[in-house]
């Protein structure tokens, strides 16, 4: 079993900086953030490995960054320049022995 506690989100206007933070009750070699909008499926933003291995899905890539501490099992993501689009809901989310664990989710919101 898996715990993930996320901290951050929040409401900003578009151009502005957030971030988030999730907490894993135990080690864990790939994590990373998916985003869901209302009505829309669950998607991949970013992952990063223990290892430091890192993938961003294209609209995001030079705007967010995910970093982890692997000493407390941590992993952030900033998000600059963020857009309207970028509305969402936040998971963070643990691959462990196969299965994917999900924290409760952050509400990010971007005013234009």
């Known amino acids: 079993q898996v715990q993930l506690v996320e901290s951050g989100g929040g409401l900003v206007q578009a151009g502005e900086s957030l971030r988030l933070s999730c907490a894993a009750s135990?080690?864990?070699?790939?994590m990373g953030w998916y985003r869901q909008t209302p009505g829309g499926q669950r998607d991949l933003v970013a992952t990063?490995?223990?290892?430091?291995?890192?993938d961003y899905v294209d609209s995001v890539r030079g705007r967010f960054t995910i970093s982890r501490d692997n000493a407390k099992n941590t992993m952030a993501m900033q998000m600059n320049s963020l857009v309207p689009e970028d509305t969402a809901v936040y998971y963070c989310?643990?691959?462990?022995?196969?299965?994917?664990?999900w924290g409760h989710g952050t509400q990010v919101t971007v005013s234009s």
């Open positions: 989310y643990a691959l462990y022995l196969g299965k994917k664990y």
């Open positions: 135990r080690t864990i070699v790939k």
């Open positions: 990063r490995t223990i290892s430091g291995i890192t």
